[in-house]
C-alpha cells in the first residue's frame, strides 16, 4: 500500500488500471488511482471515454452502449484499431483491495467483442472465467447481488453519466424517466428509509397509547 492510500480518508478500491490496445489505447498505459478523489482531464479524444470503458469491461465483460449502436459486420469496438489490425486483443488489469480480505489482487480481462476471458489472482492462486468473475464481485463486495441487479446498479452510477443522460433523452414515458432517475439519485432507498422510519415511530406512538398521523 502506497503512503498516499494509507492517507487516504476514504476506502481505495482500485489501486492502478494497466490498459493495453483497448479503444482509445494503442500502447500499454498503467494509470495510478491510489487516492481518496481522482479526477481525469483532457480534450476530446484523449480517452477518457475509453478509461471508463475499460473499468465497465473489466467488471461485467461488455459495454451494452457500444452494443446497441450496431456496428459493421466484423468491425471490433473493443480492440484498438491499430492493434485489431495486427490481430492482437485487448487487455484490462486492475490492482484491487480486496473488501473480503484486505489486501490487494489482480483481475485481468482479454479478449474482443466477440469473447472475452477474465482472469483473478489472489495470494499466488489464479481463477478463470465464470470463477474468476464470482471473486471479483467477492473482492468489490457484491457478491451478495444478483448479477443483472448488479450490472443495473453499475450502468446507473455517475461512471457513464454521458449515457445515463442520452438514455434519458430517449426514453419515451415519465415513468421510465422516473425508474431511471430513482436508479441514478438512490430515490428508492431514500423512500425505503422514510417508510422504515413511519413504522418505527408509529410503533413507538403506539406504546404510548398515541396515534399520530403521519
Do not use: C
Not at 19 to 38: K, W
Amino acid at each position: 500500500m502506497s503512503s498516499r492510500a494509507e492517507q487516504a480518508t476514504e476506502p481505495v478500491v482500485f489501486y492502478s488500471l494497466k490498459i493495453e490496445n483497448f479503444r482509445g489505447f494503442y500502447s500499454s498505459q498503467e494509470i495510478p488511482l491510489d487516492a481518496s478523489s481522482v479526477i481525469v482531464s483532457g480534450p476530446n479524444g484523449q480517452g477518457k471515454t475509453s478509461l471508463f470503458d475499460s473499468i465497465q469491461w473489466l467488471i461485467l465483460g461488455r459495454i451494452p452502449r457500444l452494443e446497441e449502436l450496431k456496428y459493421k459486420k466484423n468491425e471490433d469496438y473493443i480492440v484498438n484499431r491499430y492493434a485489431a489490425e495486427r490481430g492482437l486483443s485487448a487487455s484490462v488489469e486492475a490492482r484491487v483491495l480486496d473488501s473480503t480480505s484486505g489486501k490487494i489482487v489482480v483481475a485481468r480481462r482479454t479478449g474482443n467483442h466477440e469473447h472475452n476471458l477474465l482472469e483473478f489472482e489472489a495470494n499466488g492462486t489464479k481463477t478463470v472465467g465464470e470463477k474468476a468473475q464470482d471473486r471479483l464481485r467477492e473482492a468489490l463486495g457484491v457478491s451478495g447481488v444478483e448479477r443483472d441487479t448488479f450490472q443495473a446498479d453499475f450502468l446507473s452510477t455517475a461512471l457513464l453519466e454521458q449515457d445515463l443522460v442520452r438514455a434519458f433523452l430517449s426514453m419515451s414515458t415519465s415513468g421510465e424517466r422516473y425508474e431511471l432517475l430513482s436508479r441514478i439519485l438512490g430515490i428508492s432507498i431514500v423512500n425505503e428509509f422514510v417508510e422504515k422510519l413511519r413504522v418505527v415511530s408509529r410503533m413507538w406512538w403506539k406504546s404510548r397509547s398515541v396515534y399520530p398521523t403521519l
